[in-house]
């Protein structure tokens, strides 16, 4: 059974830092681009960052790029999102999602598995 789980969330002030975790279980995670996304209430899905298999290509959103920066460590079957510098509009539930693609993408439905989501709040 394969699971996704995130951690990390939580309360920040504008600014601030926070890192988001993804523990994979169920699968080899070098098989897997990796993804993260992020959602409010009421609005789409967004896409923030994508990862290939080894590591060595990511993209990010242009709302994110700078500030943002996703890695993984394939030994530990794990995805991180560092975030640097939040802001207010950085408010979301963030999911990590892994893709059997053999290229970065940014289209929610070419992921196969998702995580439950971590909430961050980013007070001004």
């Known amino acids: 059974q394969v699971q996704l789980v995130e951690s990390g969330g939580g309360l920040v002030q504008a600014g601030g830092f926070l890192r988001l975790s993804c523990s994979a279980s169920g699968l080899t995670l070098i098989n897997y681009v990796a993804g993260w996304f992020r959602q409010v209430p009421g609005k789409a899905r967004e896409f923030v960052a994508s990862?290939?298999?080894?590591?060595?290509?990511?993209y990010y959103a242009d709302s994110v790029k700078g500030r943002l920066t996703i890695s993984r460590d394939n030994a530990k079957n794990t995805v991180y999102l560092q975030m640097n510098s939040l802001k207010p509009e950085d408010t979301a539930v963030y999911s990590c999602?892994?893709?059997?693609?053999?290229?970065?993408?940014?289209?929610?439905?070419?992921?196969?598995?998702w995580g439950q989501g971590a909430q961050v709040t980013v007070s001004s």
């Open positions: 990862i290939s298999a080894n590591g060595g290509s990511t």
């Open positions: 999602a892994v893709s059997r693609r053999s290229t970065v993408v940014t289209a929610y439905f070419n992921y196969n598995y």
